[in-house]
């Protein structure tokens, strides 16, 4: 199939893109990589009176590092990030998600803003923006804000931007150097939309887990923290049975669905399944500080 008729605009500035959203009153579409849109588009699940194509607006796609954060413009490639050292010496996090996400003609042209704010429940990065606690800058026709991961997914497809908002930059604080991190994920074949899937970042000191972040995709129908469980681990260390504690409780707290792919059921028991083997994985490859 093809996409039905629509206007279609390249604004040189974030301000034109803004204004012309505004003039589509909620009828017009902001274009990134294009990786889910167009082809939604095609199958006319999506019908917009208007493209407003970021391609060419200058500096969106920046990637720097102040003040212990990391900040990612919404127009960077995600097979860009895969190679950026930055990425990988101060969210590695982040990078292993990144070799979970489609496959590579997808990653080369997909962006890390254009992930964001298309929502898919079963993403990877919007996890990641859950388990590090990260936020997104936006702009539109009343300023620019910033709008954190717990308040950023409100539904499956569905952000808290408003229709002329465009989120223009990630934000993540920088892993604590030595942090051990992992992800697993359960998919029919590699490169497939997730099923489930679960992020873990820990930081140990001696016996203890200072910090845990748990978070989920594939799952509910928006990405979660486990916190529960997190506290579990920083509560009881990292040993067998805490670890195995913190699974049931993930498997608890989530509220999963049922669709073609898997039952709430099953979702449910990969959540715990997947939690204790994303937190093994994450305890024995991280450093262990001794104060």
């Known amino acids: 199939m093809k996409p039905a008729k629509f206007e279609y605009y390249c604004p040189a500035t974030i301000d034109e893109a803004i204004a012309l959203l505004g003039r589509y ?20 699940l999506a019908t917009p009176t208007a493209i407003v194509d970021l391609n060419r607006i200058p500096s969106l796609d920046k990637i720097e590092a102040a003040n212990g954060n990391v900040s990612i413009g919404a127009m960077a490639r995600q097979r860009q990030l895969e190679f950026t050292p930055l990425i990988g010496e101060r969210l590695p996090l982040l990078g292993e998600a990144l070799r979970w996400v489609g496959h590579l003609p997808t990653r ?22 859950q388990a590090l606690a990260g936020d997104v800058v936006v702009r539109g026709s009343q300023g620019e804000r910033r709008v954190a991961a717990p308040d950023l997914f409100v539904a499956p497809l569905t952000t808290a931007l408003g229709p002329d908002e465009i989120l223009t930059e990630v934000r993540f604080p920088a892993m604590p150097a030595g942090a051990g991190h992992a992800i697993e994920e359960f998919a029919r074949r590699k490169g497939d939309f997730a099923i489930a899937a679960i992020a873990v970042m820990l930081v140990r000191d001696g016996e203890r887990c200072t910090t845990a972040r748990l978070a989920t995709a594939g799952i509910g129908p928006v990405p979660v923290r486990l916190r529960d469980a997190e506290a579990i681990l920083e ?17 608890e707290l989530v509220e999963p669905m049922t669709d073609h792919n898997a039952s709430a059921d099953f979702r449910r028991h990969l959540t715990g399944v997947l939690t204790r083997r994303a937190v093994l994985k994450a305890r024995d490859r991280g450093d262990v500080r001794t104060g």
């Open 25 to 44: 009153q909620g009828e017009a579409r902001v274009l990134a990589g294009g990786q889910s849109l167009v082809p939604m588009m095609n199958f006319r």
């Open 108 to 129: 080369t042209r997909g962006t890390i803003g254009g992930s964001i704010a298309h929502a898919d429940p079963a993403a990877e990065i919007p996890m990641v923006l």
């Open 235 to 251: 509560e009881r260390g990292l040993g067998e049975v805490a670890v195995a504690a913190a699974a049931q409780r993930a498997a």
